[in-house]
C-alpha cells in the first residue's frame, strides 16, 4: 500500500511540475520570443530599405568616380570638387547619412 501511494504522488508531481512548465512557457517565454522576433523582423525591413535607397545614389557615384578617372588619365579638366564629392560617396556607402555629408561637403 505505500508502494503505490509513493508512485501516485510522484506522478500527480510530475504532472503538476509539466503543467506548470507548459504554464511559464506559455505565459512567459512564448510572448518574450515573439516580441523578440518582431523586433529583428522590424529592424531588418528598416536597414533594407536604407540599403536600397542608398543603391542608386552609390551606383551614381561610383560612376561619376569612374568616368572622373578615365576623363583624367586623358588629361581632360576634371572638377576637383566633383571628384572629391564621388570619392567620398563611394567610399561612405552604404551609410546615407555620411553620403548625405559628403553632398552638402562638396556642393556641385
Do not use: E, H
Not at 94 to 102: F, G, K, L
Amino acid at each position: 500500500m505505500d508502494f503505490l501511494g509513493n508512485i501516485s504522488l510522484r506522478l500527480v508531481g510530475l504532472v503538476a511540475t509539466v503543467i506548470t512548465l507548459g504554464a511559464v512557457y506559455l505565459f512567459i517565454v512564448k510572448p518574450v520570443t515573439d516580441t523578440t522576433n518582431n523586433a529583428f523582423k522590424s529592424t531588418n525591413q528598416a536597414i533594407n530599405q536604407a540599403f536600397n535607397s542608398a543603391n542608386p545614389a552609390i551606383r551614381q557615384a561610383a560612376r561619376l568616380s569612374r568616368r572622373a578617372k578615365r576623363q583624367q588619365a586623358r588629361g581632360q579638366a576634371v572638377s576637383n570638387r566633383a571628384l572629391k564629392r564621388a570619392n567620398c560617396i563611394t567610399r561612405a556607402a552604404p551609410d546615407t547619412a555620411a553620403m548625405q555629408r559628403c553632398a552638402q561637403r562638396f556642393p556641385p
